[in-house]
């Protein structure tokens, strides 16, 4: 099995990251939908196929990421709708929208990441905003969660 680019670059980040002697730990998740999912207005996105859980932050269960340590993390999602319209969805921290992708074709992929501090304990998750009534999403590499820690505190 390969990595990605993505991957590639964390693991190297964290390499040069320890080398400089920096304080932390590694904390890192990815994770994609199983299946196609309909997901209705406030709802939040369950990635439930989780590839990597390094600091067992994220629930596959709940879709919910629980910072395990306090610092800035980077953040990713990428979603793909699998129904025509136009769709909003928002990456929220304790119920703070961070940052936000809409996706206005069927089988139109979007990308969204930001970089912001979590402090231990504190959820970030995906969530569908009000816009364009229920949503189909699309499974496999095409949807996909992700976060690492760039710096503890």
Not at 48 to 57: F, L, P, R, T
Not at 111 to 125: D, K, Y
Request: proline share 1%; aromatic share 14%.
């Amino acid at each position: 099995m390969g990595f990605s680019v993505y991957a590639l670059m964390f693991f190297c980040m964290v390499l040069c990251h320890d080398a400089q002697g920096a304080k932390g730990r590694l904390v890192y998740f990815k994770a994609s939908l199983s299946k196609i999912k309909t997901y209705g207005i406030h709802s939040t996105v369950i990635f439930d196929k989780c590839e990597a859980n390094i600091g067992k932050g994220y629930n596959p269960t709940s879709g919910v990421f629980h910072a395990p340590v306090s610092g800035y993390y980077e953040f990713k999602v990428q979603l793909e709708a699998g129904s025509s319209g136009g769709y909003s969805f928002c990456l929220v921290c304790e119920g703070v929208v961070k940052s936000e992708l809409s996706i206005q074709r069927v089988w139109s992929s979007k990308f969204t990441s930001a970089i912001f501090h979590v402090n231990a304990g504190e959820h970030v998750l995906v969530r569908k905003t009000v816009h364009g009534g229920a949503t189909r999403i699309a499974a496999g590499a095409r949807t996909q969660f992700s976060g690492y820690l760039l710096r503890s505190d």
